[in-house]
T-cell receptor
Framework: DTGVSQDPRHKITKRGQNVTFRCDPISEHNRLYWYRQTLGQGPEFLTYFQNEAQLEKSRLLSDRFSAERPKGSFSTLEIQRTEQGDSAMYLC?????????????FGPGTRLTVL | KQEVTQIPAALSVPEGENLVLNCSFTDSAIYNLQWFRQDPGKGLTSLLLIQSSQREQTSGRLNASLDKSSGRSTLYIAASQPGDSATYLCAPDTGTASKLTFGTGTRLQVTL
């Protein structure tokens, strides 16, 4: 399978715990994005990497959230001291850096439930 | 700030009908626009990407058009099938990051 993969697919945690999600992009893709989607809404942009550099972060990404892409390949998204409002689907996408088209391909998502 | 509106919010049609999904966006300074489908509880599947220099893109029974100056895109689905039942999302990309801005989607149900 050469698509975007995410792990875990589901995570249930108690309020106050830390969680970490992993995203493996399509291998030749330089750009990696994180989005968050709540029930009945479209995904919302969280952050973006070009290779290992984190170039943009949304105001939605509070200081409890941190994302890394240490070697320009896979990325992790950590949420510290989770709150019930963090419950959502966390989606990762990747795209190649090429002139013109910047088609983003999404992974299956990680569904987080905070009890 | 880019805002995206999709009309209708929900649509139920009998199998075989042709249908049009509408998308409007407020900031016309976009690079591309993508259409996605999302099945319940799943990730997004890219259907079509239209570059800002294009007016139309086709893939099988799907045809998407883009009128960048008026901030509109439409997705045309020909000869709908029950397997087309899903939520359809449009997303223009803006800025140097080419981040996507999504609407709330159109939930389509195709009945037998």
């Amino acid at each position: 399978d050469t698509g975007v993969s995410q792990d875990p697919r589901h995570k249930i945690t108690k309020r106050g715990q830390n969680v970490t999600f992993r995203c493996d992009p399509i291998s030749e893709h330089n750009r990696l994005y994180w989005y968050r989607q709540t029930l009945g809404q479209g995904p919302e942009f969280l952050t973006y990497f070009q290779n290992e550099a984190q170039l943009e972060k949304s105001r939605l990404l509070s200081d409890r959230f941190s994302a890394e892409r240490p070697k320009g390949s896979f990325s992790t998204l950590e949420i510290q001291r989770t709150e019930q409002g963090d419950s959502a689907m966390y989606l990762c996408a990747s795209s190649p850096t090429s002139g013109g088209a910047n088609e983003q391909f999404f992974g299956p998502g990680t569904r987080l439930t905070v009890l | 700030k880019q805002e995206v509106t999709q009309i209708p919010a929900a649509l139920s049609v009998p199998e075989g009908e042709n249908l049009v999904l509408n998308c409007s966006f407020t900031d016309s300074a976009i690079y591309n626009l993508q259409w996605f489908r999302q099945d319940p509880g799943k990730g997004l599947t890219s259907l079509l990407l239209i570059q800002s220099s294009q007016r139309e893109q086709t893939s099988g029974r799907l045809n998407a058009s883009l009128d960048k100056s008026s901030g509109r895109s439409t997705l045309y689905i020909a000869a709908s099938q029950p397997g087309d039942s899903a939520t359809y999302l449009c997303a223009p990309d803006t800025g140097t990051a080419s981040k996507l801005t999504f609407g709330t989607g159109t939930r389509l149900q195709v009945t037998l």
